[in-house]
């Protein structure tokens, strides 16, 4: 007993000292920005990372358009009570199909004069091997092939409006990724144990989602948009609720290593106010203008996974995501 009080005490005290490491070298958006008479839509806004990215854009005067499969009313009327701006509007919104996404879009296209900053902020984890009605896992395709899709959508409206931006939130997991081929991100039922399938989907939609930042910078730069990838930290949100509730495996490790469990969490974790910094420091701070095609955390360019920086696999995966997510010829971004 004496000996678990002991080794309970220096995980505590190694847990606080990572504590205030983090919050030290935590990074912080300090854009001294005006955003009145900007439009911004954030995917997943109704709550956690999404929500406060919203809160400080509304806070700037921009017109906000919230996106999500969860009704966001309530949320809607808080950032407008809190912020005093009621230029936030909320839209319904499932990632997860192909159709919701393109009438979606085409609403946004046939009432929106511009668009100044695209947040691809909603994520999901821990749905195994659960397809969506188009038959794609239902991880890759909310993660990853919605945003694809919504981008592709939006690009037109991007184009019109002066010097915007999009961004794509990602994560450390992509570099724990398992994609060796393009055809991976849609035969991943070759791993055959159900619970590290979960985890894997989540980590190679991540990949993904940097693969798909630094190809949209790449073909848009010639329109003056920068889109950029942005890994918020480890951020305890409703998302680590879900994906624990969903992972059975996960369920009972956690619940075996509780305590260390959330003492690493409580060590690295950020609160979503924290988490949104580097979201809103790609957004909206001036000092990124022609700055496209990077990773940031912490409000600074960190190193890419490798395989994001593999042209020719990115090609691949790329050509791969317009198939599955069924783009015209017409639709399609010439390089």
Avoid at 184 to 190: C, E, P, R, V
Wanted: overall charge positive; proline content about 2%.
């Amino acid at each position: 007993m004496y000996f678990l009080i002991t080794i309970a005490f220096y995980v505590l005290l190694v847990g606080i000292g990572l504590k205030i490491y983090t919050k030290l070298s935590m990074g912080w958006c300090r854009a001294k920005v005006c955003l009145v008479g900007k439009t911004a839509l954030i995917t997943g806004g109704n709550s956690g990372i999404g929500y406060q990215t919203a809160l400080h854009l509304a806070s700037r005067g921009c017109r906000v358009i919230i996106a999500d499969v969860v009704d966001s009313e309530s949320s809607r009327k808080q950032i407008v009570e809190e912020t005093g701006n009621d230029n936030i509007i909320y839209k319904w919104l499932d990632l997860g199909s192909l159709l919701s996404t393109r009438k979606f879009s085409e609403y946004i296209v046939n009432t929106e004069p511009r668009l100044d900053i695209l947040i691809n902020n909603a994520g999901v984890a821990g749905f195994a091997e659960i397809c969506s009605d188009d038959g794609i896992l239902m991880d890759m395709h909310i993660n990853h092939f919605g945003s694809f899709l919504l981008t592709h959508l939006l690009v037109d409206l991007l184009k019109k409006t002066p010097k915007s931006r999009v961004v794509f939130l990602t994560s450390f997991m992509a570099f724990l990724h398992q994609l060796k081929a393009a055809e991976d991100i849609n035969s991943l039922s070759k791993f055959k144990n159900k619970n590290i399938n979960s985890i894997i989907n989540y980590n190679n939609s991540k990949l993904c989602n940097i693969i798909s930042a630094r190809g949209f910078a790449e073909r848009l730069s010639k329109h003056g948009i920068i889109v950029n990838a942005a890994y918020p930290g480890v951020v305890c949100t409703s998302l680590f609720a879900s994906a624990r509730n969903r992972i059975g495996y996960f369920t009972r490790f956690f619940k075996m290593f509780q305590f260390i469990g959330y003492i690493i969490l409580w060590s690295f974790g950020k609160s979503p106010e924290e988490g949104a910094q580097t979201t809103l420091h790609c957004a909206i701070d001036k000092s990124l203008e022609g700055i496209s095609g990077y990773y940031f955390a912490d409000c600074k360019v960190s190193k890419l996974p490798t395989k994001a920086t593999d042209q020719t696999f990115s090609e691949a995966v790329w050509t791969e995501s317009e198939k599955l997510v069924k783009l015209s010829q017409e639709e399609k971004i010439p390089r």
